[in-house]
């Protein structure tokens, strides 16, 4: 747990270096390219660790699933974009559009993803035995 609190400052303190060299130098906000989905993923490092824990708190459990919300809102949109463009492909050509074979690919490839961020939004992490 201290690992993952660690890596999360760690990409927090980055941000805020990040923030600060952008307003001297516009240059350096490429840099939030790679800080911001960092502290996004160290995010939700802390909620599964926070609800694989051992420990049988339920508030630490709970901290965890709070700290979830944002994966699963996540899962949601992408589900719903998916979806979107799914539909989007397959009444095209009753509009007399053509359709795209590459965006046909990225409609389920979403829903995928949507579906993995939700279920795992939740899920405490111990192994069933």
Request: with cysteine; glycine share 8%.
């Amino acid at each position: 747990m201290r690992k993952v609190l660690l890596q999360f400052f760690l990409c927090l303190i980055a941000l805020v270096v990040n923030v600060v060299l952008s307003a001297f130098n516009p240059a350096w906000s490429l840099l939030g390219i790679l800080v911001v989905p960092a502290v996004f993923l160290a995010w939700l490092d802390i909620g599964r660790a926070l609800r694989k824990t051992s420990s049988s708190n339920a508030a630490s459990y709970a901290l965890g699933v709070l700290v979830g919300l944002p994966q699963a809102v996540f899962g949601l949109v992408c589900l719903i974009a998916g979806v979107a463009i799914t539909v989007a492909f397959f009444f095209g050509p009753v509009r007399g559009e053509d359709s795209n074979w590459i965006v046909f690919l990225v409609g389920p490839l979403l829903m995928c993803v949507g579906i993995w961020w939700l279920r795992d939004s939740f899920r405490s992490g111990q192994a069933k035995k």
